[in-house]
């Protein structure tokens, strides 16, 4: 045993010698090779629940396997002790694999450093085994408020996944989701929406609709406050009346978000370069209790073909971006990559 230990030592020594200082340094370097290490897992996670929709059998019964996660933690965002091993065999060995691939990938660079990503990756994989799968993210909860739109993941924004199993696959960075496209729920949630008599309102009424499961709500015909209730996500797609009229709708949001279960979302979309909406969308943007999103209409003598632009509009919700105008590169680049891949 002393002859194959050896070597190893003298590999790990050969970088630099292991003192207090080395291994802090290494601790630290090691925080961000394990994020990177959780994303190999999220597009496996995605896989796995696309090869359940798969029209082959045996890749619905690979992708079906990782079911056992959501019934530990199901669609009511509670755990399920029945199938806590399950859920340990089939969900947290398996999302451990990924992690420790990738050390062992990074020892062929630096073994010192593959050594403290595996063992950073080893303490956390003990401690959630410890917990029986009641992590942070893992763990009741009767009202769902909205997550803090940042690149890291929260125990808040992966609750959404268990709603809404076809998005959200990010844990604990957010980068998958962003490129790929699933950080917002399309298929589904409910929609509503207030000027959808518009061009540009009817061409994203009309996107929603081929996306989403449920029909879309038009709140122009149905303007009570009472129809909030029945819907997800609020779309202010109409500014030709001012931010006045749209106060109204954002006004009961916030107060219907301190009633419900599930966080409300808004998109708002705004004039390009308006100070009129600014003061709006700034309040807004800040909002407790509200996922918002704003999104800048192109004006000028070549405005965005409404079609065009709504295509881009979902592009940009389904990153979960905002305030990016409908004409600049992130839209462009993200609407083109639906394409490639049929949205």
């Given at each position: 045993?002393?002859?194959?230990?050896?070597?190893?030592?003298?590999?790990?020594?050969?970088?630099?010698?292991?003192?207090?200082?080395?291994?802090?340094?290494?601790?630290?370097?090691?925080?961000?090779?394990?994020?990177?290490?959780?994303?190999?897992?999220?597009?496996?996670?995605?896989?796995?629940?696309?090869?359940?929709?798969?029209?082959?059998?045996?890749?619905?019964?690979?992708?079906?396997?990782?079911?056992?996660?959501?019934?530990?933690?199901?669609?009511?965002?509670?755990?399920?002790?029945?199938?806590?091993?399950?859920?340990?065999?089939?969900?947290?060995?398996?999302?451990?694999?990924?992690?420790?691939?990738?050390?062992?990938?990074l020892m062929l660079c630096s073994l010192q450093l593959g050594m403290a990503t595996l063992a950073l990756q080893t303490l956390i994989f003990v401690r959630i085994v410890l917990q029986g799968g009641n992590?942070?993210?893992?763990?009741?909860?009767?009202?769902?408020?909205?997550?803090?739109?940042?690149?890291?993941?929260?125990?808040?924004?992966?609750?959404?996944?268990?709603?809404?199993?076809?998005?959200?696959?990010?844990?604990?960075?957010?980068?998958?989701?962003?490129?790929?496209?699933?950080?917002?729920?399309?298929?589904?949630?409910?929609?509503?929406?207030?000027?959808?008599?518009?061009?540009?309102?009817?061409?994203?009424?009309?996107?929603?609709?081929?996306?989403?499961?449920?029909?879309?709500?038009?709140?122009?015909?149905?303007?009570?406050?009472?129809?909030?209730?029945?819907?997800?996500?609020?779309?202010?797609?109409?500014?030709?009346?001012?931010?006045?009229?749209?106060?109204?709708?954002?006004?009961?949001?916030?107060?219907?978000?301190?009633?419900?279960?599930?966080?409300?979302?808004?998109?708002?979309?705004?004039?390009?370069?308006?100070?009129?909406?600014?003061?709006?969308?700034?309040?807004?943007?800040?909002?407790?209790?509200?996922?918002?999103?704003?999104?800048?209409?192109?004006?000028?003598?070549?405005?965005?073909?409404?079609?065009?632009?709504?295509?881009?509009?979902?592009?940009?919700?389904r990153r979960d971006r905002s305030g990016f105008l409908l004409n600049g590169n992130s839209a462009r680049l993200a609407a083109r990559f639906d394409q490639l891949i049929g949205r």
């Amino acid at each position: 045993m002393s002859e194959l230990l050896h070597p190893l030592t003298e590999a790990i020594l050969a970088e630099a010698p292991v003192n207090a200082q080395r291994v802090v340094f290494l601790f630290f370097a090691a925080l961000p090779l394990w994020l990177f290490s959780t994303v190999l897992f999220d597009v496996v996670h995605w896989s796995l629940h696309w090869m359940a929709r798969s029209p082959w059998r045996l890749l619905r019964f690979l992708g079906g396997l990782h079911q056992a996660h959501h019934e530990f933690f199901g669609a009511d965002l509670q755990t399920h002790g029945d199938y806590r091993f399950r859920n340990m065999v089939l969900h947290i060995v398996p999302e451990f694999g990924p992690q420790v691939l990738f050390s062992f990938a990074l020892m062929l660079c630096s073994l010192q450093l593959g050594m403290a990503t595996l063992a950073l990756q080893t303490l956390i994989f003990v401690r959630i085994v410890l917990q029986g799968g009641n992590d942070a993210y893992h763990r009741p909860i009767d009202v769902l408020t909205a997550y803090p739109r940042r690149w890291l993941g929260t125990a808040r924004y992966h609750a959404l996944h268990h709603l809404y199993p076809h998005s959200y696959f990010s844990a604990y960075v957010l980068v998958f989701d962003r490129l790929l496209g699933t950080a917002c729920d399309l298929e589904a949630r409910r929609f509503g929406v207030v000027g959808g008599q518009s061009d540009f309102g009817r061409e994203v009424a009309l996107a929603i609709g081929r996306s989403s499961v449920h029909p879309v709500v038009d709140l122009d015909s149905a303007p009570s406050l009472d129809a909030l209730k029945r819907i997800d996500v609020l779309m202010l797609l109409d500014t030709a009346e001012g931010p006045l009229s749209q106060s109204r709708w954002l006004d009961g949001c916030r107060t219907l978000s301190q009633e419900r279960k599930r966080p409300l979302e808004v998109w708002l979309a705004v004039p390009e370069h308006s100070h009129e909406w600014n003061g709006l969308v700034s309040k807004w943007a800040l909002a407790s209790g509200v996922i918002f999103r704003s999104f800048e209409l192109p004006s000028g003598p070549q405005p965005l073909a409404p079609e065009i632009a709504a295509q881009r509009t979902l592009s940009l919700a389904r990153r979960d971006r905002s305030g990016f105008l409908l004409n600049g590169n992130s839209a462009r680049l993200a609407a083109r990559f639906d394409q490639l891949i049929g949205r």
